[in-house]
């Protein structure tokens, strides 16, 4: 069985084909980080216009890749939601006219399922069941994952996910669109004694998360350095970034540890694009260690928004004998509990 899997949630443009004997057979992908940066974040309808130049062109390139043509696929897998609406619509539409000029079956899969079982790409890979740390763009997540479609949502983000204060903070100090990755590069040249910012939510119980406390302590601090030299010099701005990273990894590492407590469990699957960071990766690396447990994560170019993801849900749903109609439905919100076992 070969699926043909098409994400245009956000501002990535995936497309991937993925073989039930052979794996992951073709993954291309456009990112539109040029187009926004100049807007300072994701312009939605830039984004969808920029779905409709590149997702058809992809699809070629895909099924080049693999050297297949559209007789061989079995099936169309297509973000569905979460997401801006508009990019969503561009993918779906696509997907259900290629459905129907083919005469294949096509399924709307869940933006975040595709996260949280893109680990299960790798050869080395969870069984069930484990908790999941989901850290994409406008979600963080901690969830309890007994199979495909069984999901407990134990915390989430009840303001700011980690992903946008990351950005935001990013801002803040000067940096570019998306700016989370070079925030954390500057990071490695902080000093970690000079600002100790507040761990949000770890003096209460519970498994919530709230970043945007974060944001602001980092803004305030910004201030205070203006006030007392009158300029942010290159170290501060390292400073800064080392202190707000640390207060993410060091938050997040409490609520997965009270998790693994909770529940008992000894595998922990980080993903989403946060979950590329370095210090994230070794703090729950080390947290680990303490359970005699171990710790899974997705290779760094499936950690972002991808078609491959997709494609793999996809085929696990479509195998499992799940079709819907041609009607083309879309869901910007989506509740990851919504979804059906299988």
């Known amino acids: 069985m070969r699926i043909l899997g098409i994400e245009t949630s956000c501002d990535e443009t995936g497309v991937a084909i993925y073989d039930e004997e052979k794996g992951l057979v073709a993954n291309q992908l456009y990112t539109q980080i040029a187009l ?13 216009r920029d779905h409709i130049r590149k997702t058809t062109p992809l699809i070629k390139a895909a099924l080049e890749e693999a050297n297949l043509t ?24 696509i997907a259900r006219a290629l459905a129907y000029a083919w005469n294949k079956p096509a399924l709307g899969v869940h933006h975040m399922e595709g996260h949280l079982l893109a680990a299960m790409l790798e050869e080395d890979h969870p069984d069930f069941p ?30 700011d996910a980690a992903g946008e204060a990351f950005d935001k903070t990013a801002k803040l100090l000067g940096i570019d669109y998306p700016g989370g990755a070079e925030l954390s590069r500057l990071a490695t040249f902080g000093n970690t004694e000079r600002f100790h910012f507040p761990r949000p939510m770890t003096d209460r119980t519970g498994l919530d998360f709230s970043f945007s406390g974060l944001k602001t302590f980092a803004a305030n601090t910004i201030g205070k350095i203006i006030a007392e030299k009158g300029s942010v010099t290159e170290q501060d701005r390292c400073d800064v970034a080392r ?45 680990m260690k303490e359970f005699r447990g171990r710790v899974f994560y997705p290779q760094p170019q499936f950690c972002t928004d991808n078609g491959a993801m997709i494609a793999y849900v996809g085929f696990l749903r479509l195998k499992h004998g799940e079709s819907a109609s041609l009607a083309i439905q879309v869901k910007p919100r989506w509740a990851m509990t919504e979804l059906s076992p299988i």
């Not at 926004?36 to 969808?48: I, M």
């Not at 569905?80 to 969503?88: N, S």
């Not at 694009?273 to 703090?283: I, M, P, T, Y």
């Open 130 to 159: 484990f908790i999941a740390l989901l850290v994409s763009g406008g979600h963080t997540q901690i969830v309890r994952v007994d199979a495909v479609g069984q999901y407990e949502i134990l915390g989430e983000s009840i303001d």
């Open 70 to 93: 559209s007789v061989d696929i079995d099936g169309i897998a297509y973000t569905a939601g979460p997401g801006l609406i508009g990019a969503l619509l561009v993918g779906s539409t």
């Open 36 to 48: 926004h940066a100049d807007y300072g974040g994701v312009v939605p309808e830039l984004a969808s």
């Open 243 to 287: 202190a707000f990273q640390d207060a993410v990894v060091a938050t997040m590492v409490i609520k997965c540890r009270r998790a693994l407590k909770q529940t008992g469990l000894k595998r922990l699957v980080i993903a989403g694009g946060v979950s590329a960071n370095q210090s994230l990766r070794a703090g729950l690396e080390n947290l």
